[in-house]
């Protein structure tokens, strides 16, 4: 990796933390800002670089979370600010649906052949994750004639009302914000750490998911079975091997639309292009989103052309959709991916993390399990000795992290498990010295 870094990659604490021009904002922030949006940090970002995030009272942290799986190729990449800027001084808006214009193009192109599956592709663009997982369900509704919906026990697919109902979680995702949204099946989903036979096989807890969706709704009457490769914000969670593709050969059995929400997997972040190549899985529809454009708000829904192409003209799209400014963030970014081999990058952060950690599970019986692809990697917390789930302790790790200046997020249904998502510019070093805090307090609080 040849990256050049314009912030010092050094983590330094000044003085009181937040300090206090943080503390005025949040202030300021407690009159203005609407309290149902929380942050994970105390304080303010006033500077952002490679795996380096300065406050505004010059706090330097260690950054583990890309704004949840975003900055991949860092929040300042030089190469995606010079062409969001070049963009936006030719034209920041026309919208495609009014006045198209070619890097919309050139990014479908772009995503029809990095994305799975040897077949005619096209894409279409949004602005958000959640965006995208909707415009999916429309496209297979449409295509299918059918309505049901099948997701997955511990699944994270946004906050609009369908993805809300899509989403497991009901706190603090879902609670109080009903009526949800119709014809939503969960099923059970493979969870190795966590299954109650430790020795189910990936097919098996398949044919567990098969059998409760015939029974429950019938494979003729299902649209459309929508699931993340890795889960993300359900807690890092990889499914056995031979799950996936066994969901998704029953998928195609049953004329079924098989949609893979890469939202957070994709562009890198698993090793791969994207999480559904690993398990060797055509999906019929990828959804992308948060690391395709650099920060950039943008996303997509790729996959079969015969699908797409089943909507009538009119049927998809939105005012600020595949805006050209976030457009040519994503075409440097996929560029800067290409040219460093951030894929490469992410499976250095794995074998690192897990030689780490892995010796670190020997000592500590309360780190259940060590888990995770690329630069997608996590730590579940159980009380000693068991699997009862320990939000307590992960909490007290993950604050012990960020008073020591390492900004790490936590995640998964019990609230017990500490996910990372560094920047995949992140270096060696930086990268080395949050393990060690990392580490430390692990040891210290577990
Ligand atoms: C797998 C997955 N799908 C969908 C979403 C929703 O994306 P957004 O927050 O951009 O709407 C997320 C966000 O975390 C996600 O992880």
């Known amino acids: 990796m040849d990256v050049t ?31 149902g949006v929380a942050s994970t940090l105390p304080v303010y970002a006033a500077d952002v670089d490679g795996g380096i995030i300065v406050d505004v009272d010059g706090n330097q942290l260690i950054d583990l979370g890309s704004g949840i799986a975003v900055t991949t190729v860092g929040a300042s990449n030089q190469a995606v600010a010079k062409a969001v800027a070049e963009q936006a001084q030719r034209f920041t808006h026309t919208c495609f649906m009014v006045a198209p214009y070619e890097n919309y193009v050139e990014l479908a192109e772009k995503l029809v052949a990095i994305t799975p599956g040897d077949f005619e592709k096209k894409a279409v663009l949004f602005n958000s994750g959640a965006e995208a997982v909707e415009n999916a369900i429309k496209v297979a509704r449409i ?27 009901a706190a603090p995702y879902k609670r109080g914000f009903g009526p949800l949204a ?28 098969i059998l ?12 459309a079975i929508i699931i993340e490769p890795i889960q993300g914000e ?52 990828v959804t992308v989103a948060k690391g395709i454009a650099g920060g950039m708000p943008l996303s997509g829904v790729v996959g079969r052309a015969e699908l797409l192409d089943s909507v009538h003209g009119g049927g998809l799209g939105g005012t600020y959709g595949g805006n050209p400014v976030a457009v040519a ?24 993390f897990f030689e ?12 259940g399990d ?24 992960t909490k007290k790790i993950a604050d012990e992290c960020l008073a020591q200046g390492v900004l790490i997020l936590t995640c998964g249904t019990y609230g017990n498990v500490v996910r990372l998502l560094p920047p995949l510019v992140i270096g060696d070093e930086l990268l080395g010295e949050a393990f060690d805090v990392l580490e430390a307090a692990i040891r210290k609080h577990a």
Do not use: C
């Open 356 to 367: 780490r950690f892995t010796a670190l599970q020997k000592d500590v019986s309360a780190l």
């Open 234 to 285: 359900g807690g890092f969670i990889v499914p056995a091997e031979g799950f996936l593709p066994r969901v998704a050969e029953w998928a195609k059995e049953n004329g079924i639309v098989f949609i893979s929400d890469e939202v957070q997997a994709g562009f890198a972040r698993s090793g791969a292009w994207f999480a559904s190549d690993i398990e060797g899985i055509e999906p019929d529809l």
């Open 143 to 169: 295509a299918t004639g059918r309505q049901a919906v099948v997701a997955f026990d511990h699944a994270y697919h946004g906050r609009t009302n369908l993805t809300m109902g899509l989403t497991a979680k």
């Open 212 to 223: 409760a969706m015939e029974k429950q709704i019938g494979g003729d009457q299902i649209a």
């Open 329 to 352: 963030a994503a075409l440097e970014s996929i560029k800067f991916m290409e040219e460093q081999d951030l894929a490469g990058r992410a499976r250095e952060i794995e074998a690192q």
């Open 5 to 35: 870094y314009r912030i010092e990659q050094k983590r330094k604490l000044n003085g009181p933390f937040p300090g206090p021009k943080s503390q005025a904002l949040a202030e300021r922030r407690t009159k203005a800002v609407a309290a």
């Open 182 to 209: 119709p014809e939503i099946y969960r099923m059970p989903m493979s969870y190795p750490f966590r299954e109650e036979n430790p020795n189910i096989s990936g097919k098996e807890a398949a044919e567990r998911a």
């Open 370 to 393: 060590v888990r995770g692809r690329g630069a997608m990697i996590a730590l579940e917390f159980v009380k000693a000795g068991g699997i009862e789930p320990d939000a307590a302790l």
